[in-house]
């Protein structure tokens, strides 16, 4: 099921949440829906949900006009951030329920029921927890249940809005894993709404970076990760350093150092982004080079975060693996210089 969204708007009082919104998502593709709090993305979530009515524009699925379609006649599934799980209904019952509550005609037999319920908790690896009720669960085994119970109807669409959000890091960590597995098999066009960056480059096709209620990047995780088309998804898809200088004859200088801006004008303000993992470190100079000292450093499990001083700017940040760090014996207080591998330039900022 394909979604095309087309020149979406809507806006709440004085707040314009969505700006003139073009997207298309193909069928069987996992979609991520990126950006801060406020961007926009669960408001254009609920439109293609039809929770919410835009001002402008149409959604349409699979070609069809689906703009204002009762969202019970969408065929839609969600999974929310909270579970949104009955309390006082079994495991089984809970998934069973959007089965059990169709109109006489659709609504399959007891037997159907019950065969189609332990399929979907055999999908989600839980159905040993058939009999238990919600408050018995993990918060992570209550994620897989509310992801059953919106399998459980067979929707054109899946929605999830923050769907780990609400779970520690490690448990985020298994089932944004175990999430691409399951839609690699069940391949039901999904669209996921989050502010995790990590999150959306590991789980999604393609990856929506939204800003201020505008698109400001669509592509692969790859593609926008190492091609960001703005400054703004360059420091919002991971740590950036930040130099600002001017550029002359196609270069910025940093602290003695030159960096290449061969697209920039002449005099133009620039701000250069590096990202620390993307520095190497030397003790010998180069034209190329940015002179500083080590002040800090932190282990952070298989990497190493160290804090370099440079004249007239802001500390650097420079990652390194445990391996590197250790090979190089770099100390506290050491002079050194910085070879940033991949500088981006940005000018007019």
Not at 2 to 27: C, M
Not at 144 to 149: G, S, T
């Amino acid at each position: 099921m394909s979604i095309e969204i087309k020149n979406i708007s809507k806006q709440f009082g004085d707040f314009k949440a969505l700006d003139n919104i073009n997207l298309e998502v193909a069928s069987g593709e996992l979609l991520a829906l990126l950006g801060p709090s406020g961007c926009g993305k669960t408001s254009l979530l609920r439109v293609i949900a039809g929770l919410e009515t835009p001002d402008n524009g149409q959604i349409l699925f699979h070609g069809e006009d689906t703009t204002d379609t009762h969202v019970r006649e969408r065929q839609v599934g969600f999974v929310f951030q909270h579970y949104a799980l009955f309390r006082h209904m079994t495991v089984f019952e809970n998934v069973a329920f959007g089965l059990r509550v169709r109109p006489k005609k659709t609504r399959p037999s007891d037997a159907e029921i019950r065969k189609k319920v332990h399929r979907l908790l055999e999908l989600v690896q839980l159905d040993w927890l058939a009999d238990r009720f919600p408050a018995q669960l993990s918060g992570g085994q209550r994620q897989r249940i509310a992801l059953a119970r919106a399998l459980a109807v067979e929707p054109r669409v899946l929605l999830l809005d923050e769907p780990f959000g609400a779970l520690d890091t490690k448990v985020r960590k298994e089932l944004r894993r175990w999430l691409r597995r399951l839609h690699d098999e069940i391949h039901v066009t999904s669209v996921f709404v989050t502010h995790d960056q990590e999150e959306a480059l590991e789980v999604a096709d393609r990856v929506v970076v939204m800003n201020k209620g505008q698109i400001e990047q669509i592509g692969t995780p790859s593609q926008v990760y190492d091609t960001p088309a703005s400054p703004f998804v360059y420091q919002f898809l991971g740590d950036i350093n930040l130099f600002h200088s001017r550029v002359h004859d196609g270069w910025a200088e940093v602290a003695g150092a030159r960096i290449a801006a061969t697209d920039s004008p002449d005099a133009a303000k620039a701000t250069i982004y590096v990202r620390p993992h993307e520095i190497d470190l030397s003790r010998v100079a180069s034209e190329a080079a940015i002179a500083g000292k080590i002040t800090h450093v932190r282990l952070l499990g298989s990497t190493v975060r160290l804090e370099v001083d440079v004249a007239d700017h802001d500390a650097v940040e420079v990652e390194l693996t445990r391996e590197r760090y250790a090979e190089g014996e770099w100390k506290v207080g050491e002079a050194v210089w910085l070879n940033p591998r991949d500088a981006k330039v940005y000018t007019g900022l």
